[in-house]
Structures are given as structure tokens and as C-alpha cells.
Antibody
Framework: VQLLESGGGSVQSGGSLRLSCAAS????????MSWVRQAPGKGLEWVAT????????FHADSVKGRFTVSRDNSKSTLFLQMNSLRAEDSAVYYC???????????????WGQGTLVTVSS | QSALTQPASVSGSPGQSITISCTGT?????????VSWYQQRPGKVPKLLIY???YRHLGVSDRFSGSKSGNTASLTISGLQADDEADYYC??????????FGGGTKLTVL
């Protein structure tokens, strides 16, 4: 089971980035997937979650209206579209998989290595 | 500011037991049984230890246990080992559509 994030980089405040997470080793469409971020030297912050079929999405208040989680089950890929980026969005963004198929529990049993997003003002 | 409160640091000697608390409210930790715990060693990605308050994830040592009383969830590590030195985070469902992590606790093994 592997998760590989890409798409991070440096962007100016107000800009946009699209993160991707390529999944392998499990039946992607059967699992809830999420994004969790961690600013340098800081704690973990839940960002967004999407159910297996991509019908239900959930976003933290801090990113609601600016970030959108989505998925392409045919390509086993998770996405995070990030618009109107702010300096406080600078962090390593981790793609995570729920431990169990079915309902959203946000028990993150598999984590990618993360992709760094830096927003400069 | 995290919705869930954890002590910034705890410490213990090898062989001892320590407990890390995660305090929320009657709307999150006290309401939902979706509390999980993660261990993050320096430079590594987090690792799931406990899910749904008390269940140990596959392969996790039985030295790790979880519990909840009222609005406070707890992670107990017994038989402390040097290898347990890490940051520990709780995570809880906080509403029908949101989740939150605690601020994290740094465990030092003396």
C-alpha cells in the first residue's frame, strides 16, 4: 500500500496549487481519503476528507471555500485544489487513507511522505 | 488554537507508565467515539496507534492503550521504552462534518 503526493511548491499569496496523491496497493474506490497538513515545527491539522465514491466531502473551517478535495477512482488518485492561498497555508501536506472501508471514521492508517507547500507574502 | 487540548510535554523513566490526556467538550470527545491516537517520531510520518477510543491498530504493541472518561480521552503507554520517545497526537470527530487534532504532546524518556 503506497501513497505518493505531488504538486507542492512555492507560490505567492493569493495564488493556486493543485496537489495530487497517487495510490497503489489497495482498492482505492473502497476507502475514504483525506488530506492532513503540518506546518514546519508545528502540529497536525486535518484539512479535508472525501468518501469512497466522491459524493461526500468535508473541509476544515480554515480552508472552506478556498480548498476543494476530489478524487478520480479510475486513476486511483486524490486531489486537493487550493485557491486564494495564504501564508498560514504553508505546510507539508499529507495524503492519508482510512483504515476501514465504508463510513468516514478518519482513522488514518496509511500516510504518504508529504509534499511541501510554501506561500510567500 | 486546537479544539482539543493536550499537555505540551510528558516524561517518564524506562519501565514506567505514562498517560497523555486529550480534553475536548461534550460536543466532540464526550459525544463521539471516534478518537484516535498517532505517534510521530522525528522526521517520520505519523503512525496510527489507537482508533475508536480503545482499539489498537494492527501490529501496535499492547503496551499502548486508549480510554475515555467524559470529555477527556487518554493514551496510556506502559513499560516505557526509549523507542517511545516521540510526539503523540489525538484526533476526534468534532461535529457531523469536521474533525480536529490535538496540539500534540512531546514524550521524553528520561
Amino acid at each position: 500500500v503506497q501513497l505518493l503526493e505531488s504538486g507542492g511548491g512555492s507560490v505567492q499569496s493569493g495564488g493556486s496549487l493543485r496537489l495530487s496523491c497517487a495510490a497503489s496497493g489497495f482498492t482505492f474506490g473502497n476507502y475514504v481519503m483525506s488530506w492532513v497538513r503540518q506546518a514546519p515545527g508545528k502540529g497536525l491539522e486535518w484539512v479535508a476528507t472525501i468518501n469512497g465514491r466522491g459524493v461526500d466531502t468535508f473541509h476544515a473551517d480554515s480552508v472552506k471555500g478556498r480548498f476543494t478535495v476530489s478524487r478520480d477512482n479510475s486513476k486511483s488518485t486524490l486531489f486537493l485544489q487550493m485557491n486564494s492561498l495564504r501564508a498560514e497555508d504553508s505546510a507539508v501536506y499529507y495524503c492519508t487513507k482510512d483504515a476501514f472501508g465504508g463510513i468516514v471514521t478518519n482513522d488514518f492508517d496509511v500516510w504518504g511522505q508529504g509534499t511541501l507547500v510554501t506561500v510567500s507574502s | 488554537q486546537s479544539a482539543l487540548t493536550q499537555p505540551a510535554s510528558v516524561s517518564g523513566s524506562p519501565g514506567q507508565s505514562i498517560t497523555i490526556s486529550c480534553t475536548g467538550t461534550s460536543s466532540d470527545v464526550g459525544f463521539y467515539n471516534f478518537v484516535s491516537w498517532y505517534q510521530q517520531r522525528p522526521g517520520k510520518v505519523p503512525k496510527l496507534l489507537i482508533y475508536e477510543v480503545t482499539y489498537r491498530h494492527l501490529g501496535v504493541s499492547d503496551r499502548f492503550s486508549g480510554s475515555k472518561s467524559g470529555n477527556t480521552a487518554s493514551l496510556t503507554i506502559s513499560g516505557l521504552q526509549a523507542d517511545d520517545e516521540a510526539d503523540y497526537y489525538c484526533n476526534s470527530k468534532t461535529s457531523s462534518t469536521t474533525w480536529a487534532f490535538g496540539g500534540g504532546t512531546k514524550l521524553t524518556v528520561l
